[in-house]
């Protein structure tokens, strides 16, 4: 939107820098999060990626997308992880010998991951297309990944709505992309990790393990994808012992359904179901995860249908959603002690003033880029520029001292865990426009 005219000739560096990132984790047909760490494609991530990748080719910011969507599985499920058989199959925990995609029903040829991330695809497909309607259109892309989608969105809907809420589960952390989030503390508590000698993790290699989950958070992530595994990936309560109906990735929905809406009007489609899903997912999302005493969203957990009162920055993330209700009370609430939008930057992970931030563990208080850059979204649709410009100055005035990191202590900017990593430099290249 500003234009490279008004860009401020410090960050011309940061800029190359970033392209540079990008094409050095371009592999073959999509990019991996961070070579090392992530060796493979991720779902959430790609969209992310192709945020940015869309001003550097938007060509390949649509292929990105086609790879992971030719990746989706029959019932429409896209699956979190989608593995380079060129890669060695144990250079990343799990591998495709533990999730066995080959023997699931409907999984494509490629081995796949069974669980899926935050549906952060739609509103990407649409920013993609945006960026260069006429490649789009020579290239078939939205005749292809519509229908893509709509499978995808689908199967949310009609299998995931385990409590009948009108609202999608989560069955695992790694599906909320925040896997350790102090918010899945309670819902993990129930879980009896798989002991370690059950499995070796690979993450340690390449980060710091102050920096990452536990041992004992990984037997449980084990054991809850093992027991999905075995029970085919087939959805209900009763398989799930971990379910939680999350707030960023009904968010995600929400907001997806209005880009489909788009997607369908341009192709000369009836928009309308969409926005019904978009006005049904928001409304759900009020009345059944908003808390006006906290200011913010809270995930329920479907067993118990009690809302987990965890201060994550998911909570404040519904600002994504066209039209939301309480869009003042969210800013309110980021700009007060607990996220301190304006100083803390990027946007803690988790409530600054709880006991247990942590500022350099992951999910449990550090920023990442793309939370603040979905807040930055939020801000900017419900006409906030100001604050809107004053977050995007500061996360590029971070990125420009401590590089690509995949996460930063929101309060000194120090960067941790992977570098050169892929969103990071995907969406600096996106607030830089
Ligand atoms: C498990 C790839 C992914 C992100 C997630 C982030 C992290 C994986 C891991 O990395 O999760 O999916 O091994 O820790 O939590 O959000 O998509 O970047």
């Known amino acids: 939107t500003s234009g490279a005219a008004q860009r401020p000739a410090v960050f011309g560096d940061v ?58 599985w029959r019932d429409g499920r896209v699956p979190h992880i989608v593995f380079d058989p060129h890669v060695d199959p144990d250079a990343y925990f799990p591998g495709p010998s533990f999730w066995r995609s080959a ?22 497909a649409w920013l993609t297309y945006r960026a260069d309607p006429a490649a789009a259109r020579a290239r078939g892309f939205l005749p292809r990944i519509y229908p893509r989608l709509v499978a995808w969105h689908r199967y949310l809907t009609a299998r995931r709505d385990l409590t009948g809420a009108g609202l999608v589960a989560f069955v695992h ?39 990452r989950p536990t041992d004992e958070d990984y037997g449980r992530y084990v054991r809850l994808a093992r027991d999905y595994r075995d029970a085919g990936y087939a959805d209900s309560l009763r398989v799930h012992a971990f379910a939680v109906e999350d707030p960023l ?70 600002l994504i959603v066209p039209g939301l209700p309480v869009a003042a ?45 979905l807040f930055w979204h939020g801000l900017r649709l419900h006409g906030e520029t100001a604050l809107a410009d004053d977050l995007r100055r500061r996360l590029l005035e971070r990125v420009r001292a401590a590089g690509f990191r995949e996460y930063l202590d929101p309060l000194t900017g120090a960067g941790h865990g992977a570098d050169d990593f892929s969103w990071t430099a995907a969406l600096t290249l996106d607030l830089l426009r």
Not at 45 to 53: N, Q, V
Not at 285 to 291: A, F, M, P, R
Not at 339 to 359: E, K, N, V
């Open 15 to 72: 800029d190359r820098a970033a392209r540079r990132v990008l094409a050095t984790n371009w592999r073959r047909c999509a990019t991996v999060p961070a070579a090392g760490l992530y060796p493979h494609q991720w779902s959430w991530d790609s969209a992310f990626i192709a945020i940015g990748l869309r001003h550097l080719s938007p060509v390949r910011a649509q292929r990105e997308l086609e790879s992971l969507f030719g990746a989706q």
């Open 103 to 124: 023997s699931a029903p409907g999984a494509p040829a490629v081995p796949t991951s069974g669980i899926v991330q935050p549906p952060a695809h739609a509103l990407a």
């Open 173 to 211: 952390p790694w599906e909320s992309g925040m896997d350790n989030s102090p918010a899945w503390d309670a819902p993990l508590a129930r879980i009896t990790p798989a002991p370690t000698g059950d499995f070796t993790r690979r993450d340690l290699h390449h980060a710091a393990a102050a920096e």
């Open 249 to 318: 990735g009904n968010a995600l929905l929400a907001a997806g359904e209005d880009a489909l809406a788009a997607m369908a009007t341009e192709l000369g489609r009836d928009p309308r179901p969409h926005l019904a899903a978009a006005e049904r997912l928001s409304a759900a999302l009020v009345s059944t995860l908003y808390d006006p005493a906290a200011g913010m969203f809270f995930p329920r957990d479907a067993h118990t249908g009690a809302l987990i009162r965890s201060g994550s920055v998911g909570g404040l993330l519904p």
């Open 329 to 373: 009370a969210l800013i309110a609430t980021a700009r007060g002690d607990r996220f301190r939008l304006g100083q803390a930057c990027p946007l803690p992970s988790y409530d600054l003033t709880a006991a247990d931030h942590d500022p350099g563990r992951y999910w449990r208080g550090p920023g990442w880029i793309n939370t603040s850059w």
